[in-house]
Structures are given as structure tokens and as C-alpha cells.
């Protein structure tokens, strides 16, 4: 196993060890460790040429494909912050991205910067864009520099480098519970200690194939390369359309594990598997939210001799907890317990670890707790704080996540989600803040107060529920939603959407959102309960 320090090292001592194995496959093409450690080092040489300093974000907003993981590598490699930005982000989001981390260098293709183009104009601190492919012309125009992606590269030599693992890799954008979202600052020793902890409880090797069907925005996603790098594994570049095009790459490739979020499982579990696939699937993973017990119970029939794993993570911990499959069938809804090198507890308001059964946070201590959120010392001092139980006389606190997530731990130890302690919408295996939707229908002149919360839902885990409360009586509940499709990724569309004519509100005046979380919490499951 890799003693790698940098991120880009995972690559460097897979490329020594085996350079002629398959790193990355995509479509019809396959990519060694070394043509991978030759385009990472080009990137990173071509990125210091522009003038990319240490600590300085290079976003990448590109689908999955070689370029994606080479840039995100390269720019760690060139001592740079990668920011992956989500493909299905909307310009609006991707530019409050790009200007909350000061982005100097964007990787990106030509018809997304057409896409961008009103965005870009506004990103003060964006110098360079960088095209990929040639599918057409870059639009002018543009403040920044534009640069092919051909051209950037540099030399296959890695640049002089003066970096430790405490140094920063990563910016990991997340929603919080209000407002937008929060860039969460990882380091190299946060990313190499998550794949280790997760290669050594899934027993990761060279042999293994793994399908990255999840964004590498999310710190889910982004393990299927640090892990599968760390062992000298290969992976699938997949942006599947369709769930049963997910099962035929898991036939074609030979995939032998599989991550997914609960949304993809209770489709993926509807459908037929082939003996191929069958065969070949060695684990399977969920995080991203609880699976249905009925979901893992369809699986577990489907693939008999597939071990599956259930997770719960946050990004400002990466992973937290793991169930694992010998105890899937006794405690199908548990979270289980602390992941390798990791410390998760249970505690009241006041730090203290609570009783077998009783109810409190969930509180993440190791190597894994991120660095903080980027420029934002206030939010950042409301979830990274001081862990609790530690000596009196510790000059220098230990940092723990306080997580926000409700838990109980049983007799036996393992761990059980209850809910979340502020208005978070987990859906779809995102996390969602209701005020991000919110700032955007009230771009609409008739609407008065929107409210945004969500409900059960049998397959998205939570809905998003949408009630509006307009100018006069009339509003085009069409044009609402018509608005939020192009102003917002499709997982952020609400699945319900009411006009009010008046919302409810409490003793202090604000809208009541548990009373209306109550009446419409059967919204996509049920009758919808009396006002």
C-alpha cells in the first residue's frame, strides 16, 4: 500500500509499482498509471507556468473524463486547491463557486464557457480559463485569459514542490443549513487518511474495478479515485442516463465495486442483474443518506454473494460510520460504527457522552476532520469545535465536527440516525438548504414569502416540498416551476409545489416551518394532513 504524503504521490507510487495497469477506462479507452503520472505531471508543470501559487483554486467544472481527474491531480501536484464543481450546477451556482473561493484558474469545455459567459464577467479574481476539446469555439470577449487545454499542458515532469500533508488539496463545496453553499477546506493528510480508512474496511486491491458514478464534487465520489489510486486499482469514468445502463458497465467492465446514494439503489435493486455482473460485483456501497431496509433486502437476493456496505459521512468528515455486511441482516438500519482511525461519539448539549439509547449529536474526531469552511470563521466555529472528554490541562484543544445529525448508540455499540438538528433537505443523496432555493423563486416579482422543507419521499430518501405565498390571488404555479428548472440543478427542483394563501407563523413572527413541515409530510407518501 501506498506511504504517499500528497495526493499525487497515490499516483506516482502505483505508476512505480505497475505501470502498465489500467488506471482509468473511459469508453473505449484506457489510461496505464503511466500515462496517467505523465498527464498529471503535464498539468501540473502547466499550471505553474501560468503562474498558479501554492494555496491558489483551480476549479474544474467538467464531466467525467480523463481531463477531469488529471486536473484535479495537477493542480494538487502544482501545489493548487482543486474546487470540483458539480457538471450539473447552473451558472448561478457555479459562480457563487467560483467567486466565494477567489478561483484563479477555471478547467473547463468551449460550451460551457458559453454557458458561463455572464457569470465569468463578474469573477474578479478568475485570470485563466482553460478549453478542453475542440467541439467549438471558445466565445470572445471574455476578461480572462483563454487557453486549450493542449496548450497549457506543460512538460511530463513534476514541479519543486514544498509541500507537507497538513497543506491544503481541496475545496469541497456543501450546502449548509442556510444560504449558500460553504467551500469545506480538506487537506492531503484528510483525502490520504479517508482512503486509507476505506480501502482497509473494504479490503481494496490492485485487482479491483471500481465504477465512479457519483460527481467528484461530492467527498463520496472523489474516493473512488483516492481509494482505488491508493492500491493500484483502476476505475470507470461513468456519467450514466439511465439506471440500467449503470448494471451493463458493472457487465462490460467487470466492475467489482460499486458506490451509490439510496436514490440509485431503489432503482438499481428494481431491475434485473446478469449472471456477469453477478458474478463480478464484490461489494456494494451506500452513503449519502439511509437505505430502505426493503432496498437492501432486494440487493442482498439479487446479488447473494455481494458484500454490502451501509455508510453515513458528512463532508467536513469525510466518513464516519460503517455497518458491516456480516451484521446487514440483523441491523439493516444501522449506521454502525466508527470507520478505521476515526472516533465518532454520542453526546448531550453539554459535551457529555450520553447513555446506551439516548438520543444526542453525532461528534467526528480524526484524521479525517476537515480543515474548516473556506473564509468563514463564524460557521466554521459553529461546527468545528473542540472535541469533547479531552484533559484539562491540553494546551491546544483537539478539533472535532459536531455534526448537527441526532444518533443513538444501542447496548452493542452500533449507531442509529434519528434526524437533524437545524432544517437541512437530505435529498437525492445531497444535502439541500431550503434558503438556497428560496433566494431563487424570490427572484420572481409576485411572490411574497416562499418556504422551502422537505418529506419523506419513497424514492429520494426527502422531496422538496415548495409553498409560496403570492401578490393577490393569482400565481402561475407552471411559471414557478419553470423558473426553478433553469435556475437550479434538477436535484434541487422542488417535487411539490402549493400555492398559500397564507403561511403560518409563530410567537415570534417568523414562518412556522414545523407546522408546515407536519402538514405536508405525507405529501409524496399519503394524504396530504389537514391545515
Avoid at 64 to 89: R, Y
Avoid at 301 to 320: C, K, N
Wanted: net charge negative.
Amino acid at each position: 500500500m501506498s506511504m504517499a504524503f500528497l495526493l499525487h504521490q497515490l499516483i506516482v507510487d502505483s505508476a512505480r509499482r505497475t505501470p502498465d495497469a489500467p488506471a482509468l477506462l473511459f469508453k473505449q479507452e484506457t489510461l496505464s498509471y503511466a500515462a496517467l503520472q505523465q498527464n498529471v505531471a503535464q498539468v501540473a508543470s502547466g499550471l505553474k507556468a501560468l503562474g498558479i501559487a501554492c494555496d491558489e483554486r483551480v476549479a474544474v467544472y467538467l464531466p467525467k473524463q480523463f481531463e477531469m481527474v488529471t486536473a484535479l491531480f495537477g493542480a494538487a501536484a502544482a501545489g493548487g486547491v482543486f474546487v470540483p464543481v458539480n457538471p450539473i450546477l447552473k451558472p448561478a451556482q457555479v459562480g457563487h463557486i467560483l467567486r466565494d473561493c477567489a478561483t484563479r484558474v477555471l478547467i473547463t469545455s468551449p460550451d460551457r464557457v458559453e454557458i458561463l459567459r455572464d457569470t465569468l464577467a463578474d469573477c474578479n479574481e478568475l485570470t485563466h480559463i482553460v478549453v478542453t476539446g475542440a467541439e467549438s469555439a471558445p466565445p470572445a470577449g471574455l476578461s480572462q485569459t483563454l487557453i486549450p487545454w493542449q496548450t497549457m499542458c506543460g512538460p511530463a515532469e513534476f514541479p519543486p514542490l514544498r509541500r507537507i500533508d497538513a497543506d491544503m488539496a481541496a475545496i469541497l463545496y456543501t450546502s449548509g443549513s442556510t444560504g449558500r453553499p460553504k467551500g469545506v477546506v480538506l487537506s492531503h493528510r484528510n483525502l490520504l487518511a479517508g482512503a486509507q480508512s476505506v480501502a482497509n474496511y473494504l479490503d481494496n486491491r490492485a485487482e479491483d474495478r471500481l465504477l465512479a458514478v457519483l460527481p467528484f464534487s461530492f467527498d463520496y465520489g472523489l474516493n473512488q479515485l483516492t481509494t482505488s489510486f491508493l492500491v493500484g486499482a483502476s476505475v470507470v469514468l461513468m456519467d450514466y442516463l439511465l439506471p440500467r445502463d449503470v448494471i451493463r458497465a458493472v457487465e462490460r467492465h467487470g466492475v467489482t465495486g460499486l458506490a451509490a446514494v439510496p436514490p440509485l439503489w431503489n432503482q438499481l435493486a428494481a431491475l434485473p442483474w446478469p449472471p456477469a455482473a453477478v458474478e463480478s460485483l464484490r461489494y456494494l456501497t451506500n452513503s449519502g443518506g439511509a437505505m430502505p431496509v426493503k432496498t437492501t433486502a432486494a440487493l442482498r437476493a439479487a446479488l447473494p454473494d455481494t458484500q454490502v456496505f451501509l455508510m453515513y459521512g458528512l463532508t467536513e468528515a469525510f466518513r464516519s460510520t460503517y455497518l458491516p455486511p456480516d451484521q446487514v441482516a440483523q441491523r439493516p438500519e444501522s449506521m454502525g460504527m466508527a470507520i478505521p482511525n476515526a472516533d465518532v461519539m454520542v453526546v448531550r448539549p453539554d459535551g457529555t457522552e450520553c447513555d446506551p439509547e439516548e438520543p444526542g449529536e453525532l461528534v467526528h474526531r480524526g484524521a479525517l476532520v476537515a480543515l474548516g469552511y473556506w473564509g468563514d470563521p463564524d460557521k466554521t466555529a459553529q461546527r468545528f469545535k473542540p472535541a469533547p472528554g479531552q484533559p484539562a490541562g491540553l494546551p491546544n484543544p483537539e478539533i472535532a465536527v459536531w455534526s448537527g445529525d441526532q444518533v443513538r448508540r444501542d447496548q452493542d455499540g452500533f449507531l442509529y440516525f434519528i434526524g437533524r438538528n437545524d432544517e437541512m433537505i437530505k435529498t437525492s443523496g445531497y444535502r439541500v438548504s431550503p434558503g438556497e432555493i428560496e433566494e431563487v423563486v424570490y427572484q420572481l416579482p409576485a411572490v411574497k414569502q416562499a418556504v422551502a422543507l422537505g418529506a419523506p419521499h419513497p424514492q429520494l430518501g426527502y422531496g422538496i416540498v415548495l409553498l409560496v405565498q403570492a401578490d393577490g390571488d393569482g400565481l402561475d404555479i407552471e411559471a414557478v416551476t419553470a423558473h426553478c428548472r433553469t435556475h437550479l440543478p434538477l436535484y434541487m427542483v422542488p417535487g411539490h409545489l402549493e400555492h398559500l394563501s397564507e403561511l403560518p407563523r409563530n410567537p415570534n413572527g417568523k414562518i412556522d416551518r414545523k407546522t408546515l413541515a407536519t402538514r405536508f409530510a405525507e405529501v409524496f407518501t399519503g394524504a396530504e394532513q389537514p391545515a
